[in-house]
């Protein structure tokens, strides 16, 4: 009981520091919507930043570290780009032959999507190699397939960067960044997972399941079964 | 609350990090799910034949319509929690009601979606779209609650449960079964929000009266002496709601281990039998449990054990603990008689798990409470027993065995996989064809040495034929050694006492109980512990379609561990 004890107290400290961090970075940052590439350095690196989201279901897991998109622009990652939003989420290297694959997927499933890409909704590939992987790079990297508005390729500083993979992809020593893309509505923390190889409308479904549906109607309708050919 | 022997490596569990805010023990009281009522007016609109299989041979007698829906649930009556946590369920209630159905009479159960739509609700975690299985009846594929046939808020699916064990078989008769939710990669999200219940069949033996005159009766205790108990472990914020962390992909802990809904409920028994159906409704933990009673909880009272995920055994056995992985069921007796009122005893878990993955295999002493049970006087004469002998199994036939498959479980890259593949995203892709009318026997491998699987497959139980390279027969009990995570002894059952007799005796429990139970020779679950590798033998028959396999550790199931495999016509002559 007194690891347990220890653990909580440590736990505990690194939160209000990480509140106190937020409260500092979000005085300095611009959010994602205001920015424009060439704006200058906010003056802060994102060095231990595993700031805590103001607010968020996952805000308490999620870190709210700074994230430099490839068209260089800054963002806390849980604020600006994960709340309101509904987002399919990945993790790529421009260096890796295996991440290849994974984009050529994610370009696909960019062109089935509509116009709710860049909208509402948000595609997102996390650099698993943040020493390299510099805002010049991935913008080269999305011209090369074509990225659309609505899909961003995502860099920063290394200990930021490896922080958020490690919530979004790791379980204790397994990593299954390379295996799985996570999409769901972090406003209401609801997330799914699917295979980074599964058919590109496969993809897009799931993330229209994430759609905010109407109002029940008073009447419910049949959905199924449906009539079987032979019945006996 | 739980606690820990070791700090497990790694990002801390949420349970560390974020512990549920604590309460007052043996406060609530148990929460008994109400008995579901069937329709005194016809279904608008009505159900359609033919969207079901053999609809018309096993007409419905009776029709049901229960409504998915969001609502506020005290899980306990002290704060934070006194103001009901946001909970999805049933007809307004978690567990949702309980089903009293029996053989020989078919029912349609119509399964309407009223959950709020993604934005609307208060459960943010779960998904509300749902398709409901009946665990682990003999169901035809429409009605079978396949995870791509599901529902929207606004809309209905209707499931035909025919009510009949396979084959025409009598020895196929089930018991306790238990129905919930089976999304597509959302089932432990949604289960965990509050899609569960219970299912009962009863049949002229297991007649669900205690004094019941027929000479076929088994009379076991019934009416307010029959209670169910669904397990959920539960993580609550500190403003008592409900917290899923989805981005663990190993499982999910809670640190309040729920009982019908309720944390650590007490429970007034009077001094008489009592039947407990007892369900491990996950998502991820495993249970080994104990009833305990003293201030130090040294005081060991056995089960006795008469049934595994709804079979009952040949015979009951008495049991010091009882082994649940997720989705597993026991039925067991508890005589209360023995004690006096003012007397307490403990439910407890003594398993200590402390990921996802599965248990450690240590025992934890003294365990935690799960329910207490207050004794009190006996308000009437106990009329019913324990029959010493209950229905004979059906037996494996070598002779019908038209294949036979491996089925790997193994983790790789960050999947959960089974034969080096995960499910097909849209379940399209046929993992297995089963002629009907055949019997298969399958080999179910555990690859990983730091992780454990409850793997079950639908509509069919099975017979166990080998654990590990051990033959195991019709008559011997699985069990193992505390501290381990290996089957080792086959423990048989005792065997009746006059085997020549006209009448069944009553059951005794000896005083040498197995240490623990995990099952008999037929289940639903295989409880697939590190390195495991188990054979059993199955029969498909009555229905086509398709149906699916996989991991019960809800979120190793969503994160892909599931297979699809279907049951066809037989191939004509000659081709």
Partial sequence: ?232 | MLQYLCSPDGIQPDLLVRPSPRVSPFVALLNIPPVKQPMTQPLFPPPDPAAHQRYNEFSPRKFYEIHEQEFRWQYHPEPPYDKGSWAWGFDGVAPGPTYHARYGEPVLVRMVNDLPPIGQGNVGFAMPKTTTHLHNAHTASESDGFPMDFISPGEFWDHHYANFPSGNDPREKLTTLWYHDHMMDFTATNVYAGLSGFYLLFDEQDSGDERDPSPLAFRLPSGKYDVPLLLHDVLFDQNGQCTFNRLNTDGMLGDQITVNRKIQPYFPVERRKYRFRILNGGPSRFYQLFLSAGVDRDHLHPFVVITGDGNFLPRPVCAESIYLSVAQRVDVIVDFSEFRPGDQLYLQNRLEQTNGRGPSGRILDPGADILRFDVIERTGEDKSRIPDEFRDLPAVNPAEVKNRRVWAFDYRAGLWTVNGVPADPEMMRVDAEIEENTAEIWTIRNEGKNWSHPIHSHFTEFLLMEVNGRKVKETEVQTMQPGELRRRSFPALAAPTNKDRVSISDFVCNDRPIRVFMGGHRRDITTLLPNDEIVIFMRWRDFHGRYVMHCHNAVHEDHAMMVRWDIVKRAPAGT
Avoid at chain 1, 15 to 35: C, P, R, T
Avoid at chain 1, 44 to 49: F, R
Avoid at chain 1, 128 to 143: I, V
Avoid at chain 1, 192 to 213: C, D, F, H, T
């Fill in chain 1, 1 to 232: 009981m007194r690891v347990f004890a220890r653990l909580r107290g440590r736990d505990l400290r690194a939160w209000e520091e990480g509140i106190y961090k937020v409260k500092n970075l979000q005085a300095q940052l611009f959010s994602l919507d205001s920015k424009r590439p060439g704006d200058p350095e906010a003056g802060i690196t994102a060095a231990g930043d595993c700031s805590r989201p103001a607010r968020g279901p996952d805000a308490d897991y999620i870190p709210n570290v700074v994230v430099h998109t490839h068209e260089n622009r800054k963002a806390l990652f849980y604020d600006d780009l994960l709340l309101g939003k509904r987002v399919l989420i990945s993790s790529v290297s421009t260096r890796e032959q295996s991440s290849l694959a994974i984009i050529e997927n994610l370009a696909k499933v960019q062109a089935l999507m509509g116009a709710e890409l860049g909208r509402r909704v948000f595609i997102y590939s996390i650099t698993a190699n943040p020493e390299h992987d510099t805002p010049q790079a991935l913008r080269s990297f999305a011209e090369q397939y074509g990225a659309r508005d609505g899909w961003l390729f995502l860099t920063g500083e290394p200990s930021g960067i490896n922080l958020l993979r490690e919530r979004m992809f790791h379980q204790s020593d397994h990593d299954c960044s390379a295996t799985l893309f996570r999409y769901g509505c972090p406003s209401y923390g609801l997330w799914g997972s699917i295979p980074v190889n599964a058919l590109p409308e496969s993809i897009v479904q799931r993330v229209s399941w994430l759609e905010e549906g109407l109002p029940v109607a008073r009447h419910p309708r049949r959905r199924g079964p449906a009539s079987l050919s032979v019945t006996s």
